[in-house]
């Protein structure tokens, strides 16, 4: 059996008939820069995440960004950042023109701990950026309770989270903003690049507003920096439809995660993705935990199974960010799971028998591998 890291073609399958008449449509209407089906397609976005803005813009990068200038980060300020993340999380405060102060993971949640974010908080501190990585609703309760007691804007780094839940709320809704991309495997994905920013504070989204369209609050008068960070009208004609799949695919993804889990428990070498009452897991990724976990891979790969590794490289060591003065040992965590982590595939529609295969090759090799050490 061959089973792909990740596949999309049998979801696009299934969507085919409505995306072209979508397309169609935005054609027939010519509407191509912030048409019609932007402002559609932010009104439900903002009412799933139970917000009363939203603005689409570009890329989860921008949406973080530009987050962040609205929120008045900038220049002489330092924004909190989990060690263990995508490298956009960081860039986002170096391109707003301030710097990305790293924190090491919690090692049960892999989120930003709070308390290694309250050691890093110095007086030039201005934002922290919790990341919901792989799925997984960060601890928004400690962290937003720490920004309020050092007086600091909060920017939810939900571009892997969509529809995942925390305490009751939706992710994106309890920070300042919420950041989210629609990068064509997330959750919640286009046919090309695109993000959403969502927030409760209607400043903010206007400023957004304006910055991904030239700085211009009126046409022709631009008071703000002058990017162009717009959401596509094809992009968001496409998730408006795919939006309507979500709540069903991310029950997939919970569900694969759950054959995943029974099928390893017997397993104690191989550590599984923890799961919270606090929050719902959407499993954008399926992370384990392994003692051998390159040779493991190989082993996936001659098998048919695709894996991917979410992050090899922790933040601190990439060579962007070697003028930061990071050393390696600093985040003992971060770096740990850097060296175990693999990601098994994870798609909506995966099977019950695509799972037990992948989670066979996985307990086969592990048991293999221990008999060998020992
Ligand atoms: C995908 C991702 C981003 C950036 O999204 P783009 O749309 O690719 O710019 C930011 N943070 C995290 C954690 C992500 O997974």
């Not at 803005?53 to 530009?66: C, N, P, R």
């Not at 002489?76 to 102060?101: C, N, Y």
Request: hydrophobic share 40%; aromatic share 8%; charged share 20%.
């Amino acid at each position: 059996m061959d089973v792909p890291f990740v596949d999309l073609r049998t979801q696009h399958r299934m969507l085919h008939d409505d995306v072209q008449q979508a397309i169609s449509e935005v054609c027939a209407r010519a509407d191509f820069a912030l048409g019609q089906d932007v402002g559609l397609f932010e009104e439900e976005f903002a009412a799933l995440c139970g917000t009363e803005y939203a603005v689409g813009v570009d890329s989860g990068l921008s949406a973080l960004e530009l987050s962040l200038r609205a929120l008045g980060v900038g220049p002489g300020d330092e924004v909190i950042v989990p060690a263990h993340t995508f490298i956009a999380t960081a860039a986002a405060a170096t391109f707003a023109g301030a710097r990305p102060v790293l924190a090491d993971v919690d090692p049960l949640t892999y989120n930003l701990d709070v308390d290694q974010a309250k050691r890093a908080i110095t007086p030039k501190t201005r934002a922290i950026i919790p990341v919901h990585l792989y799925g997984l609703p960060a601890d928004m309760t400690g962290l937003m309770e720490l920004a309020s007691a050092h007086g600091l804007v909060v920017v939810e780094d939900a571009c892997q989270a969509h529809g995942a839940t925390y305490r009751g709320r939706r992710v994106g809704s309890i920070g300042h903003t919420g950041a989210f991309s629609f990068y064509p495997t997330k959750n919640l994905g286009g046919c090309g690049d695109g993000g959403m920013v969502v927030t409760g504070d209607a400043d903010v989204a206007e400023d957004i507003r304006a910055m991904r369209n030239c700085g211009q609050r009126k046409k022709g008068y631009h008071e703000l920096p002058p990017f162009n960070h717009r959401l596509d009208t094809f992009q968001a004609a496409i998730l408006r439809i795919k939006l309507r799949h979500l709540e069903a695919w991310n029950a997939s993804r919970r569900q694969a995660a759950a054959w995943y889990g029974e099928a390893l428990a017997g397993c104690p070498e191989i550590i599984t993705p923890h799961e919270s009452d606090d929050g719902t897991h959407v499993y954008h990724l399926y992370v384990i935990r392994v003692p051998d976990r390159d040779a493991l891979r190989a082993y996936l790969h001659d098998h048919g199974v695709g894996s991917a590794i979410h992050y090899p490289i922790p933040i601190h060591l990439q060579p962007f960010y070697a003028d930061l003065g990071y050393q390696p040992g600093q985040f003992p965590v971060t770096e740990r799971l850097c060296d175990e982590i693999v990601s098994l595939p994870m798609f909506p529609g995966i099977t019950a028998d695509q799972v037990a295969y992948v989670a066979d090759q996985v307990v086969a090799f592990v048991k293999g591998a221990v008999t060998v050490a020992v």
